[in-house]
């Protein structure tokens, strides 16, 4: 009895068309959030203060911060046709694939979700806990565009047969988990007006191990999570390395090995540059590349068929 099949070609490296979509989808989500990030560091949140026109209009006018929060929703309404378009690609051609329809319409619901959850931020006036869990599912759209990517070469997948749950898909859960919940915590503390409070690195100010206030903690609580997440990713990631999985484990392991190396770097940089804009968008968009490359490896890392192709 079958119970999945894959093509012998590397499935990172395929050449369909639905692949290429999926893989631009994931791009754009990617530069989805950090244009988000951007409009978080401008202080553009309220450009447009009504939700989902803007002023009243489809294309308002534009100044500064309208322009930014404007071009930040009409990226999601095209991250929205493209996994709409994957839907129903998937659903007239590909529908026996049944891990891909799942996680392709997970995909599709999330990113509706998202867009009312932007929406009620907005007129909330941004609470700091939905935008939160903004984040947190936009995260969830890159996991789950993942997942689609490495399974449309499958068939009759079987989670029963192929799921293996061993020290390898553990190190790949905690290191994936790690990220998530250090991403999260950057980002409250952000939310929060802690992001800028600590002027140096690796501590929070030149003369003080012990940060001084509420505030200064809760940045402190996101790069000790960034330390902790740092020595367990490299540690792990190097033994799933040295087991010589798949060229597919391979290139996520190594390409999440630079994304964390990238992150030490970035964040020590914002103080360094006094919080230069640039320096903090490229924090959060290289952090929603790490978290999309370990989500992803963990999810390959625990099913049988893409260990060993």
């Known amino acids: 009895m079958v119970s999945a099949s894959i093509q012998r070609n590397n499935i990172i490296l395929g050449n369909s068309f639905l692949k290429f979509l999926i893989g631009f989808s994931i791009l754009d989500c990617v530069f989805q959030i950090s244009l988000g990030g951007f409009v ?63 996680t392709s319409l997970a995909s599709l619901l999330l990113v509706i979700v998202v867009g009312g959850i932007g929406g009620a931020v907005v007129l909330t006036e941004l ?28 068939v009759n997948f079987s989670f ?4 293996i749950l061993d020290k390898y898909s553990l190190m790949a859960g905690i290191i994936a988990f790690s990220v998530l919940i250090t991403l999260l915590s950057g980002s409250y503390a952000v939310w929060k007006g802690a992001g800028t409070v600590c002027s140096s690195w690796p501590f929070c100010t030149a003369s003080s191990i012990i940060p001084q206030s509420f505030l ?8 000790i999570a960034s330390s902790l997440t740092g020595i367990i990713g490299l540690y792990f990631l190097f033994i799933i390395l040295k087991k010589n999985f798949s060229t597919t484990v391979s290139i996520l392991a ?21 919080f230069d804009v ?11 590349l790490l978290w999309g490359s370990v989500a992803i490896l963990f999810s390959v890392i625990s099913f049988k068929m893409f260990r060993s192709t």
């Open 278 to 288: 640039w320096i903090r968008v490229a924090h959060l968009g290289a952090s929603s």
């Open 254 to 274: 190594i390409f999440s090995l630079l994304m964390i190396l990238s992150q030490i770097i970035l964040g020590a940089l914002n103080p360094w540059t006094k």
């Open 216 to 223: 200064g903690w809760v940045h402190m609580f996101h790069r």
């Open 127 to 154: 609470e700091p806990s939905l935008r939160t869990l903004h984040l947190f599912l936009a995260q969830m759209i890159i996991f789950c565009l993942g997942l689609s990517y490495v399974s449309v070469n499958t």
């Open 160 to 163: 029963k047969n192929q799921l």
């Open 40 to 102: 978080r560091v401008t202080g553009s949140g309220l450009g447009c203060p009504d939700w989902p026109l803007c002023y009243g209009e489809i294309i308002p006018p534009m100044n500064y911060h309208t322009l930014i929060e404007w071009g930040h929703r009409t990226s999601g309404a095209l991250l929205g046709l493209l996994i709409l378009l994957i839907n129903l690609i998937v659903w007239t051609q590909n529908r026996n694939n049944k891990f891909l329809a799942f």
